[in-house]
């Protein structure tokens, strides 16, 4: 079965500092879409960056960015000037091969005021 | 645009009742998916509907799960004869997509379930 690994279960970061959450996959397809999504306490899941595979760049949003390595399935996520507002679950996700998205375990990101 | 809404949001129901979920999915939406997400998981995929047709299903999802998108509007999960393993937070999302890749899925709040 194709899985998601986040191989963090939890991570601390100090605010205003950077910190990168890790995410490898193992997907049969050669074209698809890799997500972040972010899922704070008793909240709803949000989606935070979306990277396409056939894509070279690797997808920015504001503070939010991914460096993606097809060849070697990782998909990591940075996150710069980290702000309180960011302590949340952080889930990776990419799709198997009946296109389906599997997701990670999850990372939880806290934020050290 | 409300975004995708769920009711009820929370249900306590006794061991062997019946329940019923809904969840509304942005207007526009084809497709929406329903998930379960247990305590520190990320969501597992149950099944999803393109429009009114229900094209995939979880092969973990037993025979006493049954979904239904009427009319390609809004969609019930419905679990009989409860068990304590089927408490978990069952989660919808809906999308706008005609490509076979799974795009960008919009989630709504969640039904926490808890069976007695």
């Known amino acids: 079965a194709q899985t998601v690994t986040q191989s963090q279960p939890e991570m601390s970061v100090q605010e205003a500092e950077t910190v990168t959450l890790s995410c490898t996959y193992d997907t049969s397809e050669s074209d698809y879409y890799l997500f972040w999504y972010k899922q704070p306490p008793s909240r709803q899941m949000i989606l935070v960056i979306r990277q396409e595979a056939y894509k070279q760049q690797n997808a920015t949003e504001n503070r939010f960015s991914v460096n993606f390595q097809k060849a070697a399935k990782s998909f990591s996520l940075k996150i710069s000037d980290s702000q309180l507002g960011d302590a949340a679950m952080y889930f990776c996700?990419?799709?198997?091969?009946?296109?389906?998205?599997?997701w990670g375990a999850g990372t939880k990101l806290i934020i050290k005021p | 645009d409300t975004g995708v809404s769920q009711d009820p949001r929370h249900k306590i129901t006794k061991r062997g009742q019946n329940v019923t979920f809904r969840c509304d999915p942005i207007s526009e939406h084809n497709r929406l998916y329903w998930y379960r997400q247990t305590l520190g998981q990320g969501p597992e995929f149950l099944t999803y509907f393109q429009n009114e047709a229900q094209l995939e299903k979880s092969r973990l999802l037993s025979d006493r799960f049954s979904a239904e998108r009427p009319k390609g509007s809004f969609s019930t999960l419905e679990i009989q004869r409860t068990e304590q393993g089927d408490s978990a937070m069952y989660l919808c999302?809906?999308?706008?997509?005609?490509?076979?890749?799974?795009?960008?899925?919009?989630f709504g709040p969640g039904t926490r379930l808890t069976v007695l």
């Open positions: 999302a809906s999308s706008f997509s005609w490509e076979a890749l799974p795009d960008t899925q919009y």
């Open positions: 996700a990419s799709p198997n091969s009946n296109y389906q998205l599997i």
